[in-house]
């Protein structure tokens, strides 16, 4: 269990250039029940990527934007969690390092996560910074999941939104971040999965890479798997729920967010959602909803956040903030 | 045991059909309006109904009949 003396100091975040509505998704699908899928999902806005934008370049935008808070100069590691790499090889961070201008000293690598990626990213920075291996470490989330996704995909097309963020890390004189717990359930790879385009399929040319959904089957997963843990995760740090003062979960769809809430019986002062107008981000949406929760407010100093990612592998990660107001 | 006429009942409610439309031998396959959408809407009110326990079987993702859905509360949930 790492607990360490470090703090979130920064984040910034950057989504897709075309905002999409609902009308979008009637016009290309006269047959949705757009006021049905939008009852479920809870987003009615998509921030979708141009066709020659990537992850990196939405990385790179969140980067620059934190740059002006801090300087680019104290970060001596850089963590990429992204699914929507620039090529195979190599290592979209390494890219991301030059077109950002970090120094060639930074360590730089990437975690092949999804909605899990951000707590693992954060757990890695805690162990890196705790162990004296790095001073200051910046997060970079970017996916551009649309690209996977074809315009007539009604369970993945009106969820997910492509975006950016860059979450600063840092020293602390107090334990800020942590204790963590995660889980891996590989079992059932193949119910969120893109299969094209990489080794299994011989990397074949000209495929159309597209992401495959179970959406009920990743449903009952939340549902069941990811409440116990969260439930096990509280008991097993003896922190009572009444003192969580703000849950920010991995923002997937209302109906998930709503069914978690449920059955972790949380009150709804204490259960935040920011999907409406922004969708689901994949690895971006906790740090997206953090940041929104402190600019409005709605976290505050000292506060105890629980974080909880889960999604894709099936994989799954929580963890507990002290919150300190972001620069 | 869980009661077939409860569970009818359920996807009645929320496929807005009228009693006597859904029957033990409904399913997905001959009911026009039991697509995903609807489903995890009669999994989510199966779970409030079982006070939380239908989320712990996952096999009621791909159960998409009166009878499989019967049949798997049976097996998994004591009452």
């Not at chain 1, 080794?199 to 798997?225: E, Q, W, Y």
């Not at chain 1, 990660?317 to 300190?324: R, Y």
Request: proline content about 2%.
């Amino acid at each position: 269990m790492i607990e360490a003396n470090i703090k979130i100091s920064a984040i910034e975040y950057c989504l897709g250039e075309n905002k999409e509505s609902g009308l979008d998704l009637q016009k290309d699908n006269p047959d949705w029940r757009i006021e049905d899928i939008e009852e479920k999902t809870g987003i009615k806005t998509r921030w979708i990527a141009l066709k020659g934008t990537t992850a990196v370049d939405l990385a790179c935008n969140a980067c620059d934007k934190i740059f002006e808070k801090i300087d680019k100069n104290k970060v001596d590691t850089l963590l990429f969690v992204t699914q929507s790499p620039d090529y195979f090889l190599p290592s979209s961070s390494c890219i991301i390092q030059n077109r950002v201008s970090l120094k060639t000293t930074t360590k730089c690598f990437d975690i092949n996560l999804g909605c899990s990626g951000f707590v693992y990213a954060l757990s890695m920075a805690a162990a890196y910074i705790k162990s004296g291996f790095s001073d200051n470490v910046l997060i970079v989330c970017a996916d551009t999941y649309s690209k996977y996704i074809d315009k007539n995909d009604r369970t993945n097309r009106p969820i997910f939104s492509d975006g950016a963020s860059a979450t600063f890390l840092t020293k602390s004189d107090s334990k800020r971040v942590g204790p963590f717990e995660f889980g891996t359930d590989g079992s059932n790879y193949d119910k969120l999965i893109v299969k094209e385009g990489a080794a299994k399929s011989g990397f074949i040319k000209n495929t159309n890479p597209t992401l495959h959904m179970d959406g009920t089957a990743v449903f009952m997963f939340t549902m069941s798997v990811v409440s116990k843990s969260i439930n096990s995760f509280l008991n097993n740090q003896g922190v009572i729920k009444e003192k969580i003062n703000m849950y920010i979960f991995h923002q997937a769809s209302k109906v998930v967010l709503d069914n978690l809430q449920r059955v972790l019986k949380i009150p709804d002062d204490r259960m935040y959602k920011n999907i409406e107008d922004l969708g689901n981000t994949v690895s971006s949406s906790i740090p997206v909803a953090l940041k929104d929760a402190d600019s409005n407010s709605r976290i505050s100093h000292e506060e105890l956040v629980l974080i909880s990612g889960f999604g894709v592998g099936l994989s799954w990660g929580t963890c507990l903030l002290t919150w300190n107001k972001l620069l | 045991m869980i009661d077939e006429d409860k569970v009818i009942n359920i996807v009645s409610q929320i496929l807005q059909l009228e009693n006597g439309e859904i029957t033990s031998v409904s399913s997905s396959e001959n009911t026009e309006n039991w697509d995903s959408l609807n489903h995890l809407s009669i999994l989510i009110s199966l779970d409030q109904l079982l006070g939380g326990r239908a989320a712990n079987i996952p096999e009621l993702a791909t159960a998409t009949s009166i009878k499989e859905i019967v049949t798997l509360l049976n097996k998994n949930i004591d009452d």
